[in-house]
């Protein structure tokens, strides 16, 4: 005699069950639309749940401490906190999370800086949806997923390692930070001086310093930057 097996043979709970984890996913843009459209096309991943949105870093942080995301996937230029400054808070408050800054634009400073601070991935927002699903599960695997093209950008050298100050890339340090911001509201350099209590000289060499890491030519140069980064907000 031949059995078949039939599932109501057995009562459910003998019966074998699968349980796939979701991979729990914060998105972060200040665009909404944009926002929609990404979990519109990340709803085709069985594997992957959006969670939360946000539209600045500074929400965006809160949310990664409350929820221990498995992944972010952000863009750098918001108002309040930028993409770049929350992505270093996010790896203090949750270790375990991984960050995948999708952004317009792939300047190599970006894309350096980010790198030092131990995001997962990088792509721009040009990208298709086979490369975002594919970033997405190298990053989740533990791998670090960064665009061809940017891949590229990241390891050209440093064309101005003639000029005074700093001979290789570095990330701003707080106070270049806080003078281009200043810059940034037409402050001249003595009056960033008066503000930050500094010389004149010492503010001279941060801008200096400041030109060189963001290859900048001229203020218009660092103006773009800044503007990209999302501090004129």
């Known amino acids: 005699m031949v059995y078949q097996y039939c599932s109501t043979m057995l009562p459910r709970a003998f019966l074998p069950t699968m349980v796939t984890q979701r991979l729990s996913l914060i998105l972060v843009d200040d665009q909404s639309m944009f926002l929609d459209g990404i979990e519109s096309l990340l ?3 069985p594997d992957v749940q959006v969670i939360a949105k946000a539209h600045n870093g500074r929400d965006a942080l809160g949310l990664v401490k409350e929820h221990k995301p498995d992944l972010v996937l952000m863009d750098i230029n918001m108002p309040g906190m930028d993409g770049i400054e929350a992505s270093k808070h996010m790896r ?27 995001v997962g991935g990088y792509l721009l927002k040009t990208t298709g949806k086979d490369e975002l699903m594919a970033a997405i599960r190298a990053v989740a695997d533990g791998k670090q997923y960064i665009a061809q093209e940017l891949r590229d950008l990241a390891a050209k050298a440093d064309r ?6 700093e001979d290789k890339y570095g990330p701003l340090t707080k106070r270049e930070v806080q003078i281009v911001k ?52």
């Not at 960050?99 to 030092?116: A, K, Q, T, W």
């Not at 101005?160 to 100050?165: F, N, Q």
């Open 92 to 118: 203090i408050a949750s270790p375990d999370t991984k960050v995948i800054v999708l952004s317009m634009y792939g300047h190599r400073e970006f894309v350096l800086e980010l790198l030092d601070s131990g």
């Open 182 to 233: 200043l810059i940034l509201k037409e402050h001249t350099t003595q009056e960033i001086a008066e503000n930050l209590f500094l010389s004149i000289p010492t503010v001279e060499t941060h801008r200096r310093n400041i030109f060189h890491k963001l290859d900048c030519r001229n203020i218009a140069g660092l103006v773009k930057y800044a503007m990209e980064r999302g501090w004129g907000h």
């Open 43 to 45: 709803e085709r991943m």
């Open 160 to 165: 101005h390692t003639d000029r005074e100050g």
